[in-house]
């Protein structure tokens, strides 16, 4: 792929201390001592080879307000930016597991007419014992011939849901059967939630980072036609 190749922008949100910026770190390929202390935003521009072609993100960590009043303005200008959006939360804190569903609706008010990737990403999975946001999720059918497995807390409010039957038994109608759980549990593999896909990471660990922004650019071929 050429110079004239489109550019990506991927945004990060999520509330402070998820590790967003140990994410975008990874993703930029510092290591911990070529840190530089940041001021607001930081963005860094990569060209990741996925499925064998090529496609160049420039991943933003969230613009951190710098005075009091200033998050409303910068938040509606990050949920304009992106032609995909990163949502983090720390497995370890449902305050931000919280933050991370309204930062979904807001951003599904603010671009509206647009089918924009989102990924939510469950981080911090490491940290086993202080797990507050289960990974299990539920799993749902929908109308049609598949089920969405969905995070905790996350149900679609505009369509109609029923319950699924349990994780390896046989659906009903099209007698297509139900993945197993334990895919859910690695965080891998979760069906698309209306416009979510899920995943759980571990910054510390590099676990699933780069699955994390090659799930990025799948979504972006996707939905947007992106190279
Ligand atoms: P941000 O405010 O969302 O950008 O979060 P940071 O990336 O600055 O991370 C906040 C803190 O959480 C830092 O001390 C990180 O070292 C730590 N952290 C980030 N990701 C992980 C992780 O996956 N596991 C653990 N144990 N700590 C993490």
Redesign the pocket.
């Given at each position: 792929s050429g110079s004239g190749d489109p550019l990506y922008r991927v945004v990060l949100l999520?509330d402070?201390?998820?590790?967003?910026?140990?994410l975008v770190n990874l993703f930029a390929g510092l290591q911990e001592r070529d840190l530089l202390e940041q001021h607001g935003e930081a963005a860094y521009k990569r060209t990741l080879s996925v499925d064998g072609e090529e496609t160049t993100l420039l991943v933003m960590?969230t613009w951190e307000p710098e005075q009091p009043g200033e998050e409303s303005r910068r938040r509606s200008q990050c949920l304009q930016v992106g032609n995909a959006y990163v949502i983090?939360y720390s497995i370890t804190d449902r305050g931000s597991f919280e933050s991370a569903s309204e930062l979904r609706i807001q951003l599904r008010r603010a671009r509206q007419a647009e089918d924009i990737p989102i990924i939510l990403v469950g981080?911090?999975t490491?940290?086993v014992r202080c797990r507050e946001v289960s990974v299990e999720g539920e799993r749902w059918w929908r109308g049609g011939s598949d089920w969405w497995d969905l995070a905790p807390g996350f149900l679609p409010s505009c369509f109609p849901l029923v319950p699924g039957p349990a994780c390896g038994s046989a659906r009903g109608a099209s007698g297509a059967v139900s993945p197993p759980c334990s895919s859910l549990a690695e965080g891998r593999a979760c069906a698309v939630v209306f416009d979510c896909k899920f995943i759980e990471t571990?910054?510390?660990l590099q676990h699933n980072v780069a699955e994390l922004f090659e799930g990025v650019v799948r979504q972006l071929r996707l939905r947007c036609g992106a190279k």
């Amino acid at each position: 792929s050429g110079s004239g190749d489109p550019l990506y922008r991927v945004v990060l949100l999520g509330d402070p201390g998820v590790g967003k910026t140990s994410l975008v770190n990874l993703f930029a390929g510092l290591q911990e001592r070529d840190l530089l202390e940041q001021h607001g935003e930081a963005a860094y521009k990569r060209t990741l080879s996925v499925d064998g072609e090529e496609t160049t993100l420039l991943v933003m960590d969230t613009w951190e307000p710098e005075q009091p009043g200033e998050e409303s303005r910068r938040r509606s200008q990050c949920l304009q930016v992106g032609n995909a959006y990163v949502i983090v939360y720390s497995i370890t804190d449902r305050g931000s597991f919280e933050s991370a569903s309204e930062l979904r609706i807001q951003l599904r008010r603010a671009r509206q007419a647009e089918d924009i990737p989102i990924i939510l990403v469950g981080n911090k999975t490491d940290l086993v014992r202080c797990r507050e946001v289960s990974v299990e999720g539920e799993r749902w059918w929908r109308g049609g011939s598949d089920w969405w497995d969905l995070a905790p807390g996350f149900l679609p409010s505009c369509f109609p849901l029923v319950p699924g039957p349990a994780c390896g038994s046989a659906r009903g109608a099209s007698g297509a059967v139900s993945p197993p759980c334990s895919s859910l549990a690695e965080g891998r593999a979760c069906a698309v939630v209306f416009d979510c896909k899920f995943i759980e990471t571990s910054a510390a660990l590099q676990h699933n980072v780069a699955e994390l922004f090659e799930g990025v650019v799948r979504q972006l071929r996707l939905r947007c036609g992106a190279k």
